[in-house]
Structures are given as C-alpha cells and as structure tokens.
C-alpha cells in the first residue's frame, strides 16, 4: 500500500466475523423456522410444508437466496423424499423469480458440506441460489474483499411480490 491508497470500506464485515468468531446463540436457520411470526424481519420470502427461503445476510451477488429444511438436518440423506422434492422445486421456483425480477444471465446454486468445504454453518444443510450476470467479477472482491450489491433487499422484495404473483407463485412474505 502506497501512500496515497485509499480506504474500501465493509462495515458489514465486521458483523460476519463476529459471527464465525465464536458467538455461538444457535443456530439462525433453526431461529428463523421456529418463528414465522418474525419473517418480515428474518427476511424469509418463502415458507414450505418442509423449507423456507430467506436472503443472505452476508451475499455474494443481489439477489443471492438460501433454501434450507426447517429441521435442523445437515446432511441429504437425513432429508425425507418430501423434503428433498421441496428443496429442488424451491430451487425452481427461486431461478424463475430471480429470472423476472433482476434478469440475471446465469446462476451458481449449490451445498457445502462441512466446514473446510466452505459451509458457514455446517449443521444446517441449505442450498445457495446466486444470480450471476456476465462481468459481474470486478476488482472490487479481488482487491478490496468488499462486493458491490446494487440493489437493496426491500427493492428486490417489493419486485418479488409482483413478479411471483405474475409468475402463479406462492406469495412472497416479507
């Protein structure tokens, strides 16, 4: 760094590293099926017999969503045929309403299992649906570990309601 750098700051960060640093008050996926009541707040767009879907606190991409059993299960095969069938037709469902509300090109959807393969909470299985768009790598992650997020999660949400309406989705909470 020279002596003319500049500062990028990630005020969001600190939170995230928090979080992994030891702050152990359970576990949010397992808080956030428990209280359906707190879904605006939680921001859970989608709630199932067996899944919810909710925004990323932490997102790679806008847009990016976790899908995940309301039981705390990390594994697929502690997942009954009913819950498995959920999880993959609210994966649909999640790309079809991404698809018409920010019109990404391309999505990375996907499972960590464990933490050195990169799950952040390892004991709540939950599949990641991230809108990708072509050049949306800038220097920004490579240099400055910071992510430039266009749009805010309440703008995205006010989209979502009319898009899934438009779309014969279910209703979009939140």
């Not at 606190?57 to 309301?70: D, E, K, V």
């Amino acid at each position: 760094m020279g002596e003319h750098s500049e500062n990028l700051w990630a005020p969001w960060r600190m939170e995230y590293i928090r979080e992994l640093a030891g702050k152990d008050d359970g576990c949010f996926l397992c808080r956030y099926a428990g209280a359906p009541e707190q879904d605006a707040r939680n921001r859970v767009i989608w709630r199932g017999p067996t899944c919810l879907t909710t925004f990323n606190q932490f997102p790679y991409n806008n847009g990016h969503l976790l899908i995940a059993p309301l039981a705390h299960k990390a594994n697929l095969e502690e997942l009954d045929d009913n819950c498995l069938s959920e999880l993959i037709r609210t994966v649909r469902d999640t790309q079809r309403l991404l698809k018409a509300t920010i019109s990404p090109h391309g999505f990375n959807v996907g499972l960590n299992f464990g933490r050195c393969a990169g799950a952040g909470l390892p004991a709540h299985l939950h599949v990641h649906v991230v809108p990708r768009w072509d050049g949306d790598t800038n220097f920004m992650a490579v240099v400055g570990n910071s992510r430039v997020i266009s749009q805010s999660i309440e703008a995205l949400l006010a989209l979502m309601r009319t898009a899934a309406n438009d779309l014969g989705l279910p209703p979009v909470r939140g």
